[in-house]
């Protein structure tokens, strides 16, 4: 298991302002056009303490079919967190229209798992493996699977209060570990 808690999270602006299109928030209209929004995530980059705890899990593992839905020779566990600082923060920048703190959020969170998953993506290709796309984790019994698997609350402070995430800016993901197939050459 390996825990790693903060690292630099960037934050890119082409990223909030294509998302910022798809959820129709007008960030020039906010004050948000170039030069504010970088100078924007830069503050929000520094004031962010993000953790991420992750595993690798082979078979058998009686909570494999709960965690992981594609089966494959292992899978691993992911838990991202942008820490209590991005409450405080959030509190901090009353300018910022509502609308905009949860897609700063998402990119926040997905950059995290990112960092996670690519630390075991080079695990996975030792091994002659390759990783299933992300598989969030979202119901109840599988966050306290994973919660308890990780030891999410002694690792990230993380817990599980009403079948949510606690703090709300964290999220739990899943990879299958999947055999990479040999190219078959002509005879």
Known sequence: MRKIKGFKLTLRPHVIKQRSRKGRIDLEAAG????????????????????????????????????????GLAYSLILASLGDGFGAFRDKESAIPEKLWPVLEEHALDE???FASALIADEAEKDNCELSPLNPISSPDAL?????????????????????????????????????SKAKGRK
């Open 144 to 180: 306290e699977a994973a919660l308890r698997k990780l030891d999410a609350s002694a690792k990230l402070g993380v817990t599980l209060a009403e079948g949510r995430l606690v703090p709300a800016a964290s999220l739990a993901v899943s990879q299958s570990w999947l055999a990479k």
């Open 112 to 114: 995290a798992v990112r």
């Open 32 to 71: 948000l056009d170039e030069l504010p929004l970088t100078k924007f995530l830069e503050r929000a980059s520094k004031a962010l303490v993000p953790g991420v705890v992750f595993d690798t899990f082979g078979h058998p593992d009686a909570d494999q079919p709960l965690l992981s839905p594609m089966p």
